[in-house]
């Protein structure tokens, strides 16, 4: 279920991006850099979280991410628990493919396995229970989320914990104000991309309308929900080449997703952002920065 930065509801860049039973069309493996980049800038938010879920989960022995991706968070499950096995799941064998590569290069590959297919069913591929099972964004690509919940649940050990990152604020990258164009560009970005997302929850296969209230669904899963939390990424200004880089693709992908749904006047604002050679774009200006919110909600298997 890799997400598709832009996919993503509540502000990631790509969609979404994890081994999700996703609806449209996305070519995943295309967006393979980015979800990685996105990962990547993003991973002092998730060791935050992992380490907030360590204190509920001691010595897992199994950990699975349902909806990996390329495994940058997976590896980053890998590095936070050392007597763990793990495992990657995604329906991108391509993206599972430099999960393992990237495995590999950090020392993992020992403990280190990849389950292709769509989820939840893949996950029946599991030869046990899971001690942690990580969902990160990926619930909302499947059409019956609350069905959903109750199939990861039953892949969890008594005792085990599910954790899913799901809502949170979207992304900011630049200020109200940047110096052309109307201001609060951003927030129109961000109504374009809440009806792109009803559209793809709407299009999903035997796709079910919920309240978002996941304490509730995963209530209604027979898990019980023990904390939720949002970790803030801040990346002030200036910010590093990689981050820079990563903001660019970002917009860049925002830019081909959303030009239909925008007026002449933002197109015209994102293409000057786009443009290396525009003193105010995105590749020159000081003021970029990253500031996000990821919210995760923790429930577990009653024993």
């Given at each position: 279920m890799a997400h598709d930065p832009q996919a993503?509801?509540?502000g990631h860049p790509t969609q979404h991006g994890h081994?999700?039973?996703?609806?449209?069309?996305?070519?995943?493996a295309a967006l393979a850099a980015l979800l990685e980049a996105?990962?990547?800038?993003?991973?002092?938010?998730y060791a935050r979280a992992l380490a907030w879920l360590g204190k509920e989960v001691t010595e897992p022995g199994l950990i699975v991410d349902a909806g990996s991706g390329p495994g940058v968070i997976a590896c980053l499950m890998a590095e936070t628990f050392p007597g763990a096995r793990v495992v990657a799941a995604d329906a991108s064998e391509p993206l599972l493919e430099r999960a393992r590569d990237r495995a590999a290069r950090l020392g993992f590959a020992d403990r280190f396995d990849t389950l292709v297919g769509e989820l939840p069913q893949s996950l029946a591929g599991l030869e046990y229970p899971a001690d942690l099972l990580w969902a990160s964004r990926s619930l909302h690509h499947l059409g019956d989320q609350r069905a959903a919940l109750a199939a990861l649940g039953a892949r969890l050990a008594p005792g085990?914990?599910?954790?899913?990152?799901?809502?949170?604020?979207?992304?900011?990258?630049?200020?109200?104000?940047?110096?052309?164009?109307?201001?609060?560009?951003?927030?129109?970005?961000?109504?374009?991309?809440?009806?792109?997302?009803?559209?793809?929850?709407?299009?999903?296969?035997g796709a079910v309308a919920e309240t978002e209230d996941w304490p509730a669904l995963l209530a209604a899963a027979g898990l019980k929900h023990t904390g939720t939390r949002s970790f803030l990424l801040d990346i002030p200004a200036p910010v590093p080449d990689q981050v820079r880089a990563f903001v660019v693709g970002v917009l860049t992908r925002t830019r081909d997703i959303h030009a239909d749904a925008l007026d002449a006047e933002d197109r015209t604002t994102l293409d000057r952002l786009l443009d290396p050679t525009d003193p105010g774009s995105l590749h020159r200006r000081p003021d970029v920065f990253v500031l996000a919110a990821h919210t995760v909600h923790r429930a577990v298997r009653p024993v």
């Open positions: 993503h509801h509540h081994g999700h039973a996703h609806g449209g069309d996305v070519d995943w996105e990962a990547e800038v993003s991973a002092p938010g085990g914990t599910l954790a899913i990152l799901e809502g949170g604020l979207h992304a900011r990258y630049l200020p109200r104000e940047i110096g052309f164009g109307r201001p609060g560009l951003q927030a129109r970005l961000d109504v374009a991309q809440e009806d792109r997302f009803a559209r793809m929850r709407a299009e999903l296969p």
